[in-house]
């Protein structure tokens, strides 16, 4: 049996965790946030428990508190996994990559892409693979694999043109363009 009184409390935190995030108040919502979790743990709602440990995860980022976010991320990973839910448990890997690439642990930061990136290719999620693509191009940028960089770019230039996202298009054109130029001026000085 649902328990109702419950279930308005979470309705009831889940809008003010909106509203405090909305507002720039991330220790009032990462409150609001961590109770409502209790209460999903207390009536067994894993799919809404998995939602709300990823906010809390998102809001740890925002504060700079990412060893924290990247617990959260990876309890929200295993859950969706679980429940077979594919596409938020690659958003959670992603997620995952994103920290430790802020913590500048690039190599660590490859396989949570990757396994992202092997799920968005199963279950045909052609923008979430081409978030990957750039995001494994920067790792390898900050690697100084300069060629695999611009491969990995290339692929989600293309693939970002090809879904209508445009702004992505012409920023990872930029990053394209930039990666050559350096290729060439590389290439310029070793010849001399």
């Not at 979470?10 to 965790?17: E, N």
């Not at 938020?88 to 949570?112: I, T």
Request: aromatic share 8%.
């Amino acid at each position: 049996m649902i328990d109702t009184n419950k279930s308005q409390r979470i309705q009831t935190l889940l809008l003010k965790a909106s509203h405090h995030f909305m507002n720039e108040e991330l220790l009032k919502a990462l409150h609001c946030y961590q109770w409502c979790e209790r209460l999903l743990v207390d009536l067994a709602d894993t799919d809404r428990q998995a939602d709300v440990i990823n906010n809390i995860g998102l809001i740890l980022v925002k504060l700079k508190r990412l060893e924290e976010a990247m617990k959260c991320f990876n309890r929200a990973q295993e859950l969706y996994k679980a429940l077979g839910k594919d596409r938020n448990q690659a958003a959670q890997l992603g997620n995952m990559g994103s920290v430790l690439r802020d913590c500048k642990r690039y190599e660590e930061a490859f396989e949570p892409y990757e396994t992202a990136l092997e799920i968005y290719l199963r279950i045909g999620d052609r923008a979430g693979v081409a978030e990957q693509y750039a995001n494994i191009a920067y790792l390898h940028v900050m690697n100084g694999n300069l060629q695999a960089a611009l491969s990995f770019y290339e692929q989600a230039q293309d693939l970002f043109q090809k879904l209508g996202m445009f702004e992505k298009a012409t920023s990872t054109r930029r990053n394209i363009d930039l990666l050559s130029s350096w290729n060439d001026r590389r290439a310029e000085s070793r010849r001399r």
